[in-house]
């Protein structure tokens, strides 16, 4: 995707939208964001993983209070990976009410745009949205 950046770093647009995780070396403990150290064995080697694109919802919140600029209300979500693995992202393509979320529904990876600056580049971002 030409002239896109992603709003995380753990975020991959090609060849398919994904999600790389960093496995401790020592305990296979899997962590998105950037980490000096892990939390459970305090191991510092770690290893690139793909996660994977569909999980089940672990834990929701709708959310009716933002910064400016963002709608609300949303559904923040907790999502268990196939596979190993849990992120934190928003629920997509699901009616923000709690009678519309089932929690263990499966949901798959999906990418949008939430902006573009001065030079026409577009911030791409992820969340999950049901199966």
């Given at each position: 995707?030409?002239?896109?950046?992603t709003?995380?770093?753990?975020?991959?647009?090609?060849?398919?939208?994904?999600?790389?995780?960093?496995?401790?070396?020592a305990?296979?403990?899997?962590?998105?964001?950037?980490?000096?150290?892990?939390?459970?064995?305090?191991?510092?080697?770690?290893a690139?993983?793909?996660?994977?694109?569909?999980g089940?919802?672990?834990?929701?919140?709708?959310?009716?209070?933002?910064?400016?600029?963002?709608?609300?209300?949303?559904?923040s979500?907790?999502?268990?990976?196939?596979?190993?693995?849990?992120?934190?992202a928003?629920?997509?393509?699901?009616?923000?009410?709690?009678?519309?979320?089932?929690?263990?529904?499966?949901?798959?990876?999906v990418?949008?745009?939430?902006?573009?600056?001065?030079?026409?580049?577009?911030?791409?971002?992820?969340?999950?949205?049901?199966?």
């Open positions: 995707m030409a002239d896109c950046m709003v995380v770093d753990y975020l991959r647009l090609e060849p398919e939208p994904s999600l790389v995780a960093q496995d401790c070396s305990c296979g403990a899997r962590y998105f964001a950037r980490r000096n150290a892990c939390s459970k064995c305090g191991g510092q080697g770690f690139a993983a793909l996660a994977a694109t569909t089940k919802l672990r834990a929701f919140t709708i959310v009716y209070r933002a910064a400016p600029g963002v709608t609300v209300p949303f559904i979500a907790v999502v268990d990976l196939d596979g190993g693995g849990t992120v934190q928003n629920l997509i393509g699901v009616e923000p009410v709690p009678e519309a979320v089932v929690l263990g529904m499966c949901a798959r990876l990418i949008f745009p939430v902006g573009e600056d001065a030079m026409g580049t577009k911030a791409i971002a992820f969340g999950f949205t049901p199966t």
